[in-house]
């Protein structure tokens, strides 16, 4: 009722705004940390925060953060003695532990480590004694003379042996 006791008849118009919502993701590598809405993070996961909108109501932003693990990778490399081989852009020739870094996919560091074996050469000896004029087939060769023959064999580890006759004669 209005003051003097008539009916009135009051319109309002309501408009209703939309809260905002924005999102976003970020990464970091596993040991680093971001500061996400004042607060210092390291681990993976959603982080929210609410402001206000321009239009007066509540606003959220949404940050979906991942954390990247360090790539690390291993091989085991065998080379035969008298050879070398290139690792990380020097040239190797002794047995041991070799390490490289670098930046992977994912921005973060990775870690390749070789382990180099070096095989050695294998020397074996015999000695023969041949009875003078006659003769013995040594290393596709008939030897029927004193003296010292060598002969080169690929091991099982894919290096050179040796084995050395010494012959003489009775």
């Not at 006791?5 to 319109?11: E, F, K, M, P, T």
């Not at 590598?29 to 402001?51: N, R, W």
Request: aromatic share 6%.
């Amino acid at each position: 009722a209005s003051v003097n006791g008539c009916d009135s008849l009051v319109q309002i118009e309501l408009i209703v705004f939309e809260s905002q919502q924005t999102e976003e993701e970020l990464s970091i590598c596993e040991g680093e940390e971001i500061e996400l809405f004042g607060e210092v993070v390291t681990e993976a996961g959603l982080y929210q925060s609410t402001f206000d909108g321009q239009n007066g109501c509540d606003s959220t932003h949404s940050i979906t953060l991942s954390v990247f693990s360090p790539v690390s990778t291993d091989e085991m490399l065998q080379i035969c003695a008298g050879e070398s081989v290139e690792l990380f852009g020097e040239e190797v020739s002794t047995s041991g532990t070799y390490m490289g870094s670098f930046t992977s996919a994912n921005d973060c560091d990775s870690t390749h480590t070789v382990v180099l074996t070096v095989v050695d050469q294998i020397e074996t000896s015999e000695a023969l004694s041949l009875c003078s004029g006659n003769s013995v087939v040594l290393f596709d060769e008939e030897v029927s003379e004193a003296g010292t023959y060598e002969g080169t064999f690929l091991s099982a580890a894919g290096c050179d042996s040796i084995h050395q006759v010494t012959v003489t004669l009775i």
